[in-house]
């Protein structure tokens, strides 16, 4: 079965960076997109970065753009999110997802296509 375990997560000023770890068992045999969503409190659970497994192909959130970057390290089995910049509106839990079913679009949510990660706390201070 399709197991994530995130990493990485912690407590930074703004300006800062942190790099949060996904290691996954659902890699490029298994899944079509892997990424990262986020969700604070209050908030609905959004798309932040994610990357099709085919071909590379990225997306990223308008929010993100240019201080965010999602890399996939094959022999590691490990999915990555370097975020630069950091803000205190980056603050939320992070979440890895991959998603196995062909034709998905990200930042939908996956529904039952979708492994999820347990988690990362990202707290960000002005």
């Known amino acids: 079965q399709v197991q994530l375990v995130e990493s990485g997560g912690g407590s930074v000023q703004a300006g800062g960076s942190l790099r949060l770890s996904c290691a996954t068992s659902?890699?490029?045999?298994?899944?079509?997109?892997l990424g990262w969503f986020r969700q604070s409190p209050g908030k609905e659970r959004e798309g932040v970065a994610g990357?099709?497994?085919?071909?590379?192909?990225?997306y990223y959130a308008d929010s993100v753009k240019g201080r965010f970057t999602i890399s996939i390290d094959n022999a590691k089995k490990t999915l990555y999110l370097d975020m630069d910049s950091l803000k205190p509106e980056d603050t939320a839990v992070y979440y890895c997802?991959?998603?196995?079913?062909?034709?998905?679009?990200?930042?939908?949510?996956?529904?039952?296509?979708?492994?999820w990660g347990q988690g990362t706390q990202v707290t960000v201070s002005s």
């Open positions: 997802v991959a998603v196995t079913a062909p034709g998905y679009t990200f930042p939908d949510l996956p529904g039952r296509f979708g492994a």
């Open positions: 659902a890699f490029t045999r298994t899944a079509y997109c």
């Open positions: 990357i099709y497994t085919g071909g590379g192909t990225t």
